[in-house]
């Protein structure tokens, strides 16, 4: 079974890197069998991932994401200043 997989951004966390989340620069191959298990999903069938290939080149982009249990509320942290 050969399928093609896209999208402008993906991230496969590193489990060593849980506070500041670190991807992997390609789709590991635990990722890619859970991929194929939503997709086409029998009891019967086990995915085993002999190859992946990149056919584009591997851009990284930096994000930040607020990973607090509340949300924040811009007037009091300016209050704060």
Not at 68 to 80: F, I, M, N, P
């Amino acid at each position: 079974m050969q399928i093609k997989i896209w999208g402008d951004r993906a991230l496969f966390c590193r489990p060593e890197f849980k506070a500041e989340p670190c991807s992997y620069p390609v789709m590991p191959p635990t990722a890619a069998s859970g991929l194929l298990r939503s997709i086409f999903w029998k009891p019967q069938f086990q995915y085993v991932i002999e190859k992946i290939t990149v056919l584009n080149p591997i851009c990284y982009q930096t994000m930040m994401r607020n990973t607090g249990r509340k949300k924040l509320v811009v007037s009091q942290v300016l209050a704060q200043k």
